[in-house]
DNA sequence: CAAACATATCATTATATGTAGATATAATTA
DNA sequence: TAATTATATCTACATATAATGATATGTTTG
């Protein structure tokens, strides 16, 4: 079988590689999140964070509930905080590296 | 604050989101190698690899060294191979996950 | 020096993507 | 029920990006 691995790779990358839905997956982090805290928070128009919630969610990155008028999205998995920090700390040694000239 | 850390994620992860230059930094995860075994290992033409190892140049991604007519490309740092098994872990979690209902 | 080879760059074109504004849908409250 | 609030969707537009073909640069070798 001919499991494009590769793919699904490009395609989570591609999911976070935008600096609105990195902020908004960042936000998540937190925690749970509603459409219009995000709004507040990040300082963009509703329709276009809705717009990269709804492609997050589709990536499998985020998951959403409903409460009332509310919805509320927060990350799919544990593992893609873990994600996260992974990056963070990778940057970091990639820049102590640099320094070093190694 | 010099650089905002959000911005240097967002630029790390748009080099690696896309197929090609995916498969070029997987390519060298074994060991480093040219451009022109780089071309006829992705089958691709020879400027697209070009242009596509100079953007992981410019973002730190790859480095380069020139002995005789061939340039031999490889990855900056390990951190970096580490990175994209980490990828390939998280993914599988989160299929995982997917299937649980989890 | 000229030919062959390896790599880089440039110009063009096609396609993808992000954004805003308008509008639709749905839940809540007066 | 009407008004309000929260969210989603659609359209249009501007910009970014990837791919290609042609060409330029640089290196080796006959």
Redesign the interface.
Known sequence: MTLN??????Q???S????TR??IV?ALREREKTVSQLVQELGATQSNISGHLRLLKIS?IIKSRQEGKYVYYSL??S??A??LT??????A??RR??LEG?
Chains 1, 2 share one sequence.
């Open positions: 691995l590769t793919e699904s790779k490009v989570f990358l591609e976070l590689a935008d600096r990195l902020r960042e499998g799919s998995s593992a893609i873990d994600f992974k990056l963070e700390d990778m940057l040694v990639m590296e640099a190694a």
